[in-house]
C-alpha cells in the first residue's frame, strides 16, 4: 500500500482511537456515579440499575473496538501487514478500508465468518 494512503489510514484510526477514549472514559464515570440508591423507591433502583448495565454494555463494545483500532494502528507501525486479511492473506479492498479502517478481514472471508458464527448459533 502507497505511503501516502498510509498516512491517511492512521489519521483515521488516531480519531476514531481517540473519540473511543472519549467514549470509554465516560462509561466508566457514569458507571461510578455517586448515586444514592438507598433513597428512591424500588421502581427508580431498578431503573437505574438497567441504565447502569446498558451503558457498560454499550461501554463493552466500544473497548472491543478499541482493541481492533489500536491493533490497526499497530499493524501499521510494523508495515506489512496493513491491509492483508487476516484469515486468507490477500488484500482488503480499500473501499472496505476507507469505511472500517480496522477491519481485520477481506469481504469474502467477513461473510464466510459471519455465516460460519450464524451456523454455530443456530
Given at each position: 500500500?502507497?505511503?501516502?494512503?498510509?498516512?491517511?489510514?492512521?489519521?483515521?484510526?488516531e480519531?476514531k482511537?481517540?473519540q473511543?477514549?472519549?467514549?470509554?472514559g465516560?462509561?466508566?464515570?457514569?458507571g461510578?456515579g455517586?448515586?444514592?440508591?438507598?433513597?428512591?423507591?424500588?421502581?427508580?433502583?431498578?431503573?437505574?440499575?438497567?441504565?447502569?448495565?446498558?451503558?457498560f454494555?454499550?461501554?463493552?463494545?466500544?473497548?472491543r473496538?478499541?482493541?481492533e483500532?489500536?491493533s490497526?494502528?499497530?499493524?501499521?507501525?510494523?508495515g506489512g501487514?496493513f491491509?492483508a486479511?487476516?484469515?486468507?492473506?490477500?488484500?482488503?479492498a480499500e473501499?472496505r478500508?476507507?469505511?472500517l479502517?480496522?477491519?481485520?478481514?477481506?469481504?469474502?472471508?467477513?461473510?464466510a465468518i459471519?455465516?460460519?458464527?450464524?451456523?454455530?448459533?443456530?
Amino acid at each position: 500500500m502507497r505511503k501516502d494512503r498510509l498516512v491517511q489510514f492512521r489519521k483515521k484510526l488516531e480519531e476514531k482511537q481517540r473519540q473511543l477514549v472519549e467514549e470509554v472514559g465516560k462509561t466508566v464515570q457514569y458507571g461510578k456515579g455517586t448515586e444514592d440508591d438507598s433513597i428512591k423507591d424500588l421502581g427508580d433502583q431498578a431503573s437505574s440499575a438497567y441504565n447502569r448495565e446498558f451503558q457498560f454494555e454499550l461501554g463493552n463494545g466500544d473497548r472491543r473496538l478499541l482493541k481492533e483500532v489500536v491493533s490497526a494502528l499497530q499493524k501499521i507501525d510494523e508495515g506489512g501487514s496493513f491491509g492483508a486479511c487476516e484469515r486468507c492473506g490477500e488484500p482488503i479492498a480499500e473501499k472496505r478500508l476507507e469505511a472500517l479502517p480496522f477491519a481485520r478481514y477481506c469481504i469474502d472471508c467477513q461473510r464466510a465468518i459471519e455465516q460460519e458464527a450464524r451456523m454455530a448459533a443456530g
